[in-house]
């Protein structure tokens, strides 16, 4: 079995450069062109990669907190790959089945994260592990919740897919960044290695998408940017 878990990890450390790799590649570059839209595709195949052999090797290994972030991690990028199917949506009846199920299992999986979270600290106040996964917990269904209000009002407010597009997809890279930095920057404190990406790309993400709302809003361009 640990030479199933060796592979595993050597698929997921590969998988994880490609992701890092490729997400900067798709914000530096004009968004819609081709370039954009190749990078954005190896990003998401390889973030599929890294939570899926992130989830194989949590059950190998047992690890209900990888299992957890694993799940947190993957809806981010899923859903911000998939509102550019979604951009022309007018209601949650018009949402696929599979899209339905996919929400219902991310705020299951993300209720679970904060519930992990809040037990930890109230059990082991010392430990970080819990403030991280009641932060990602938070997060997670807050996003879950963000994306279902967005199909809502859709029908009124038009080219909010593009901007939960890019709030998936970014939140998915800064989910990147933090496991990366929780393996390589060890002379941390545990929280501060986990957290710090989100401390800081949370509101520049945040200030990003309000520079192109305005930008979209004077030149009346949404669709059909992506």
């Not at 530096?28 to 090797?57: Q, Y």
């Not at 299992?67 to 022309?88: D, E, I, N, P, Q």
């Not at 199909?151 to 997809?169: C, I, N, Q, Y």
């Not at 929780?182 to 800081?200: G, K, S």
Request: with cysteine; proline share 3%.
């Amino acid at each position: 079995m640990e030479r199933v878990f060796d592979i595993v990890l050597a698929v997921h450390i590969a998988a994880g450069i490609l992701a890092f790799i490729a997400a900067p590649l798709a914000m530096l570059v004009k968004k819609g062109g081709r370039n954009h839209r190749i990078s954005g595709k190896i990003f998401f195949w390889a973030m599929t990669g890294v939570c899926a052999t992130g989830f194989a090797m949590s059950l190998i290994h047992p690890n209900i907190f990888l299992l957890a972030v694993s799940g947190f991690s993957y809806y981010l990028v899923l859903s911000g790959y998939r509102w550019t199917a979604h951009k022309r949506m007018h209601s949650l009846r018009d949402l696929p089945i599979a899209d339905r199920l996919v929400m219902a299992v991310a705020g299951l999986f993300n209720g679970f994260l904060l519930f992990l979270g809040l037990y930890v600290i109230m059990n082991n106040p010392g430990a970080a592990v819990g403030y991280i996964a009641a932060v990602f917990g938070v997060t997670g269904v807050l996003f879950v919740a963000g994306d279902i209000r967005t199909v809502r009002r859709s029908a009124r407010e038009k080219g909010t897919w593009l901007f939960r597009h890019m709030g998936g997809m970014v939140g998915g890279y800064i989910a990147t960044v933090s496991a990366f930095s929780a393996v390589n920057f060890d002379f941390l404190p545990m929280v501060i290695q986990w957290l710090w990406p989100t401390i800081i790309g949370a509101p520049l993400l945040t200030v990003w998408i309000g520079t192109y709302k305005r930008r979209m809003a004077k030149r009346g361009q949404v669709d059909g940017v992506i």
